[in-house]
Nanobody
Framework: QVQLVESGGGLVQPGGSLRLSCTAP????????MGWFRQAPGKEREGVSC????????YYADSVKGRFTISRDNAKNTVYLQMNSLKPEDTAVYYC?????????????????WGQGTQVTVSS
């Protein structure tokens, strides 16, 4: 069992930045593909970005390309999501997830473990 813990959410003005972090106390994330997902009220959970454990390949939803960057620091056992140029439509609960298979995908059903989520609110 892998427990994922997200942090870094908060309230930010449009155009601002936030960096989300995801770690796993007691587990090693190095061998997992990691994904960031978000869910806004009344909407389905959607994939935002993901990174493989094999070659570090990354993928992004079209809505965040050029604004968000996913990265992983294996030494710190942490995965990050740098979010720049935030828009009100980015407001959602953001979740990190781990996929034991190792290759990156934006499909939520592929992931084995999930964090509890962190709220991101973009508003003036």
């Amino acid at each position: 069992q892998v427990q994922l813990v997200e942090s870094g959410g908060g309230l930010v003005q449009p155009g601002g930045s936030l960096r989300l972090s995801c770690t796993a106390p007691g587990s090693t994330l190095n061998y997992y593909a990691m994904g960031w997902f978000r869910q806004a009220p009344g909407k389905e959970r959607e994939g935002v970005s993901c990174i493989s454990s094999t070659d570090g390949s990354t993928y992004y939803a079209d809505s965040v390309k050029g604004r968000f960057t996913i990265s992983r620091d294996n030494a710190k056992n942490t995965v990050y999501l740098q979010m720049n140029s935030l828009k009100p439509e980015d407001t959602a609960v953001y979740y990190c997830a781990a996929d034991v298979k190792g290759w990156a995908t934006l499909y939520p059903f592929e992931y084995d473990y999930w964090g509890q989520g962190t709220q991101v609110t973009v508003s003036s």
